[in-house]
């Protein structure tokens, strides 16, 4: 089993140049896996995380509901935003400046083969990583992400999760609001949950701005620990 997992940091990235990147790497894996079962071989499967930070965009999953979008596509483009339906799985998020987003492209045969524990270790990254902070987050039953006051009447998401998954091999993964305008939530309803709202890392500090490099050494810290991964830099290809 191969526990390198080859880091990249694409920076600021269009979202759909960043999709079909992700889509190039998974498909390798798997063609690796396909030939290593047709043919025998013993071809050694890689793994990727890459973080990076999207203009303001909007994604829709297989599942989600286009109603979740509270507005149409001439408003969205006055707000400087695009709109992808797309292969993962939940409903509908947003990207955008100031948003640590990370898409670990795994084969979890090098890891585990169990996507509920694989969901629950991303949640748990992100948990301790806002731990570090000060901040007590936690999980939501049935709501895939990490949240603060769960249970109560001021509970709100911080970090939404969305995955897609085949061969156990993963692609697309979590966006973690860190300076985010929290402005462009307004414009749908996110993950399709009403009435709940939603929050950012420098709003529950009281900061004007978060060091963003700060926060992603820390989640890159807890994935290692909980994937028992070496991460190792690699050479951008986009």
């Known amino acids: 089993m191969n526990k390198k997992v080859g880091l990249q940091d694409l920076g600021f990235k269009d979202y759909k140049e960043t999709w079909d990147y992700q889509e190039l790497?998974?498909?390798?894996?798997?063609?690796?896996?396909?030939?290593?079962r047709r043919e025998g071989t013993t071809l050694e499967t890689p793994n990727h995380f890459l973080f990076v930070e999207h203009p303001h965009v909007y994604t829709l999953g297989k599942s989600g509901d286009i109603t979740n979008l509270l507005v149409d596509e001439?408003?969205?483009?006055?707000?400087g935003a695009t709109f992808y339906k797309i292969n993962r799985g939940g409903d509908?998020?947003?990207?955008?400046?100031?948003?640590?987003?990370?898409?670990p492209i795994l084969d979890l045969d090098n890891f585990f083969t169990d996507i509920h524990k694989y969901l629950r270790f991303l949640e748990e990254m992100v948990i301790r990583t806002l731990a570090?902070?000060?901040?007590?987050?936690?999980?939501?039953?049935?709501?895939?992400?990490?949240?603060?006051?769960?249970?109560?009447?001021?509970?709100?998401?911080i970090c939404a999760m969305g995955v897609r998954a085949s061969r156990w091999v993963t692609m697309h993964g979590f966006a973690l609001n860190v300076n985010t305008d929290l402005g462009y939530f307004d414009l749908m309803i996110p993950c399709g949950i009403k009435d709940?709202?939603?929050?950012?890392?420098?709003?529950?500090l009281g900061q004007k701005q978060v060091d963003m490099e700060e926060v992603k050494k820390k989640l890159l810290h807890h994935f290692q620990v909980l994937f028992d991964a070496e991460l190792v830099r690699e050479k951008t290809e986009v």
């Not at 790497?25 to 290593?36: E, P, S, T």
């Not at 509908?92 to 898409?103: A, E, R």
Request: net charge negative; glycine share 10%.
């Open 25 to 36: 790497l998974f498909q390798n894996i798997v063609d690796a896996k396909i030939k290593n």
């Open 74 to 79: 001439k408003a969205l483009e006055e707000k």
């Open 92 to 103: 509908i998020t947003y990207h955008g400046p100031g948003q640590v987003v990370g898409y």
């Open 132 to 157: 570090e902070y000060g901040l007590q987050a936690e999980r939501s039953e049935g709501e895939t992400g990490v949240w603060l006051d769960v249970g109560t009447p001021f509970a709100r998401k």
């Open 196 to 204: 709940k709202a939603v929050t950012s890392l420098n709003v529950e």
